[in-house]
């Protein structure tokens, strides 16, 4: 449901999560994470303009985040990269679908849409990477899954 950039861009947010403490060097960034550096510089420069990473040049420079992993929410990052993609409208694809003119699917699909929205809202960054104890990810109520860390 989510682009490649805006799992990228998670993946990155992950690394840089997990080594709070350090500045992490693009290029290493890139081969931890297997996404080719010329994408991820342009992930990350993203990432620094929406107040979430920053860098510092020079010797001993590098990538960080610039907000604690437990205020980051999943959302706020998505957002940057797949906007409206991610509050999809009708899984028909029909313009009039609405809860007054409802295509066969609308019941079903609005509350697994919503269920998955309201998992990007409600998880941070700390939820998905190593910072902390991990809870579950509030994603019992999808169809096909458990509440257990993978």
Same mark, same amino acid.
């Given at each position: ?9 998670l993946r990155a947010l ?12 693009? %290029? ?14 342009k992930i990350l420069l ?10 510092? %040049? ?5 990538? %960080? ?14 957002? %940057? ?47 998905i990477s190593n910072t ?19």
């Amino acid at each position: 449901m989510l682009s490649t950039t805006a799992q990228y861009a998670l993946r990155a947010l992950v690394k840089l999560a997990e080594e709070p403490a350090k500045t992490v060097l693009g %290029r290493t960034m890139a081969e931890q994470t297997d996404i080719p550096a010329n994408y991820l510089s342009k992930i990350l420069l993203t990432l620094g303009n929406a107040g979430i990473v920053e860098a510092t %040049r020079g010797s001993g420079g590098g990538y %960080r985040l610039s907000r604690d992993p437990n205020t980051i929410r999943l959302i706020d990052v998505v957002e %940057r990269f797949d906007g409206a993609r991610i509050k999809p409208t009708c899984l028909l694809g029909s313009p009039e679908c609405s809860d007054e003119s409802a295509c066969s699917a609308h019941d079903s699909w609005k509350g697994i849409r919503n269920r998955f929205l309201d998992f990007l809202e409600s998880t941070t960054l700390a939820d998905i990477s190593n910072t902390k104890v991990r809870s579950p990810l509030h994603i019992s109520a999808l169809p096909g899954t458990t509440s257990k860390d993978p």
